[in-house]
């Protein structure tokens, strides 16, 4: 039999057997295309260290999954420049539910109010998600989960812990082995270098987590997920006509389920 001979590969019994040559491109093609997916980051971004985090973090993930997983930064809606501060909200509880997995920044002594709500929404929407935490200080007196105790313990999450301040220093240190003076420290850019490196370790660490919290089985039952995502569509009060967001919001459930998500 022609396929019982090790020597032949697939392709030349594809071939022999008429199989188009156009036809076995696309099927390796597509075996190739490795499935992505959207991430949104929410955290802060209201000043200039807050927004450099974030762009380094997006693109850090985007580099450590080879593409995989796809940040969408907030800060680049450059479309909602101007506009009114529901419009803004509006929006970006949009992106989020649009998107197919989240991580949260939960830096500060007292979480960010804004990202704590997107945090839940995110839950109610049942998306797996990451959170994120480099700051040293402790807002709660819990080690496993270092911020208020409210927003701990929610399924389909994950929790990335960096010390951000005491990885900087380790990274300084290495790179810099011998004490060099304060002006050579700034034309070499080592501080920029070892803060890279710190954010490439987190976006890897990150990485790891999507993955894991993509893995878990959905928590919303599959009877319940079209009136969840029609309540959802109507619970924030976004602007718009109520039957046009439920089917906003249907089509996001179906691309989830599509994608093995829900």
Not at 82 to 111: E, K, P, Q, Y
Not at 135 to 142: I, L
Not at 172 to 181: A, V
Request: proline share 4%.
């Amino acid at each position: 039999m022609p396929w019982a001979t090790p020597a032949r590969s697939l392709e030349q019994f594809a071939l022999s057997h008429g199989v188009n040559r156009r036809l076995l491109a696309l099927v390796a093609t597509k075996k190739k295309k490795k499935r992505t997916f959207t991430v949104y980051l929410g955290g802060e971004l209201f000043s200039l260290k807050h927004l450099i985090g974030n762009a380094w973090l997006a693109e850090a993930i985007y580099e450590k999954s080879h593409g995989r997983f796809r940040c969408v930064p907030p800060q680049d809606f450059f479309e909602l420049r101007g506009r009114s501060g529901r419009a803004i909200r509006d929006a970006s509880l949009r992106a989020l539910v649009t998107c197919d997995l989240a991580i949260f920044n939960f830096d500060g002594t007292d979480l960010d109010s804004g990202t704590v709500v997107e945090f839940m929404f995110a839950k109610f929407a049942d998306l797996p998600t990451v959170l994120l935490r480099t700051d040293v200080r402790s807002a709660s007196g819990h080690r496993s989960e270092p911020w208020n105790l409210m927003a701990a313990y929610f399924p389909r999450t994950a929790s990335v812990i960096v010390p951000g301040l005491a990885d900087y220093r380790t990274a300084l240190q290495r790179r810099s082995r011998r004490r060099l003076e304060h002006a050579l420290h700034l034309a070499g850019q080592h501080s920029s270098a070892a803060a890279q490196l710190v954010c490439e370790h987190v976006a890897a660490q990150c990485v790891r987590a999507l993955e894991r919290v993509m893995a878990l089985e959905p928590v919303l039952p599959r009877h319940l997920r079209e009136e969840a995502y029609q309540w959802l569509a109507l619970a924030p009060g976004l602007r718009g006509k109520e039957k046009e967001l439920r089917k906003e919001f249907e089509r996001h459930l179906e691309k989830k389920v599509e994608r093995d998500l829900l």
